[in-house]
């Protein structure tokens, strides 16, 4: 089946450090890719996405590229700010048989950023 | 309102009560989500209703029975739960078009459900 697998946490920065989270994935068919933030006290919201193969999501300063040949998808921020600290989830989406997509999710990524 | 919306935002509730979780979505999306996220655990995928009829349940215990009357409601109603239940429950929306590529889900703020 369908997975996607992050890097575990909590990845602890200072400010203005330099952001990485890895993920990569398998999935049988072609999937759309996203990355959500999860805030404490809130519901997941998406961060950016990418539908083929080098579409490169990006918003708020944070980045992703659709590798196909890696099967990755890792998120980048050039300087992290406190208010960055969050969960990340990296998700995929594949059709189904029928035309309904099915998301599959990472187990998500702490981020803590210290002044 | 705007976006998806929970009702209530906490619950306690005993082994025994009954208690329904409800979800609004005010986006005109036609698929409906109801996903379960406890501590330490990848977030769990229960329902999935597209066009307001069920097309996936992950193998959900049947104290968990959702409800979908029509593509902007959605409940998920609760009886005999147990402590392992004790978590907060997610509700999702998005706008599935068949052969046009995935789009992403928008998210309702979360029901926190403790049971004692």
């Known amino acids: 089946g369908d997975s996607v697998t992050q890097m575990e946490g909590p990845v602890t920065l200072s400010e203005e450090a330099f952001l990485t989270i890895n993920c990569t994935y398998t999935?049988?068919?072609?999937?759309?890719l996203f990355w959500y933030v999860q805030y404490p006290g809130e519901g997941l919201q998406l961060l950016l996405k990418a539908t083929k193969a080098d579409d490169k999501g990006s918003n708020k300063g944070f980045e992703a590229t659709y590798r196909k040949e890696t099967t990755s998808f890792h998120l980048e921020k050039g300087s992290v700010q406190v208010s960055d600290s969050a969960v990340y989830f990296c998700a995929l989406s594949v059709t189904q048989s029928g035309g309904s997509y099915i998301p599959t999710f990472g187990r998500g990524t702490s981020l803590i950023v210290h002044p | 309102e705007t976006g998806v919306t929970q009702t209530p935002r906490h619950l306690v509730m005993g082994m025994t009560n009954k208690k329904s979780l409800k979800c609004e979505q005010h986006?005109?999306?036609?698929?409906m989500y109801w996903y379960k996220q406890s501590a330490k655990k990848p977030l769990e995928l229960m329902f999935v209703y597209s066009l307001e009829e069920r097309v996936e349940n992950n193998s959900v215990p049947s104290r968990f029975s959702p409800e979908c009357p029509n593509s902007s409601h959605l409940f998920l109603h609760l009886h005999t739960l147990q402590p392992e239940d004790s978590a907060l429950y997610l509700c999702?929306?998005?706008?599935?078009?068949?052969?046009?590529?995935?789009?992403?889900?928008?998210f309702g703020p979360g029901t926190r459900l403790t049971v004692t």
């Open positions: 986006l005109g999306h036609n698929a």
């Open positions: 999702a929306s998005s706008q599935d078009l068949l052969g046009q590529g995935a789009f992403e889900q928008y």
């Open positions: 999935a049988t068919g072609y999937p759309s």
